[in-house]
């Protein structure tokens, strides 16, 4: 098992930045991918990114706005966002899984249980 919990986020406005986190606890951090999730209201949940070692991939929608990272002595993934835009609003969830497809499909074996980011116009 392997237990998520993410934090950092609040109420920005646009244009702003924010740095989620996601703290990793149970099996090897190490031997899991990461990667981020969110999901507006009325809206299917979707991918922002994910990391593999130091692979990193991106949402056309976040690429160059988001950079994504994590630090494997503090078992701990991070989002960093900046130019924040309206539509980033959404709750934002951090997933793990060893299998990459299945972790980037949104279908990883472990989920946070999310924090909301709301962007102000």
């Known amino acids: 098992q392997v237990q998520l919990v993410e934090s950092g986020g609040g109420l920005v406005q646009a244009g702003g930045s924010l740095r989620l986190s996601c703290a990793a606890s149970?099996?090897?951090?190490?031997?899991?991918?990461m990667g981020w999730f969110r999901q507006a209201p009325g809206k299917e949940r979707e991918f922002v990114a994910a990391i593999r070692w130091s692979f990193t991939t991106y949402a056309d929608s976040v690429k160059g706005r988001f950079t994504i990272s994590r630090d494997n002595a503090k078992n701990t993934v991070y989002l960093q966002m900046t130019s924040l835009k309206p539509e980033d609003t959404a709750v934002y969830y951090c997933a793990a899984d060893r299998d990459w497809n299945a972790l980037v499909a949104g279908t990883g074996d472990y989920w946070g249980q999310g924090t909301q980011v709301t962007v102000s116009s």
């Open positions: 149970g099996r090897p951090f190490t031997t899991y991918n």
